[in-house]
């Protein structure tokens, strides 16, 4: 068993919030299960469907939420580190205070940024600063929306410290690695 949770916090860990398009998918997947919940409500569908596409609704919904959740506190983590050594010992198991309120502000600020990306579609967002074109067209930003890094155009864009792009077909994979 423990050999299973082992493996599965490593996939999690591996894939969940690494992945803008997997974030967009589940993004998608939930407003579509909603707006089918919907439909299905309206048309006054059997109770056995209407509760099955909310439970269908409900799970892409939490996966979204999941993905962005997983990446705010990874950014959040890594930019509210303390590079002090002795102050990191003297804090003993708990931060500073001033330490979680600079966590919590970076892990709002991360959440919110990760809700624009996968909610509005990336190339509009940063449209104007994009210097691509050509044969690499696409930008692919860090995770601050910065640093652009050009791309094919069915190119699949990573978001990290320092942004990376995969070939279509493929997805992202840890911090700078295609599936």
């Avoid at 959740?69 to 959040?76: C, I």
């Avoid at 003297?90 to 709002?108: K, N, T, Y």
């Avoid at 696409?138 to 699949?156: E, I, L, R, T």
Wanted: net charge positive.
């Amino acid at each position: 068993m423990k050999s299973f949770v082992s493996k599965l916090i490593g996939s999690l860990d591996q894939y969940l919030g690494r992945c803008p398009k997997c974030a967009t998918t589940a993004f998608n997947a939930a407003v579509i299960a909603l707006l089918l919940a919907f439909v299905v409500e309206i048309m006054n569908m059997p109770l056995l469907a209407q509760d099955a596409i909310r439970i269908l609704a409900a799970g892409f919904a939490a996966l979204w939420l999941a993905h962005l959740g997983a990446y705010a506190v990874r950014t959040s983590r890594s930019s509210t580190a303390s590079n002090d050594p002795a102050r990191r010992e003297s804090s003993g198991s708990h931060p500073p205070a001033g330490d979680r309120r600079q966590f919590v502000f970076a892990f709002a600020k991360s959440f919110l940024f990760a809700i624009t990306v996968t909610a509005v579609p990336f190339r509009s967002v940063f449209a104007a600063d994009c210097p691509c074109s050509g044969a690499l067209p696409k930008c692919c930003y860090d995770y601050n929306g910065q640093n652009p890094v050009c791309a094919p155009s069915d190119a699949v864009c990573c978001a990290g410290s320092n942004p990376w792009y995969c070939q279509s077909g493929h997805n992202c994979l840890g911090t700078s690695q295609c599936t």
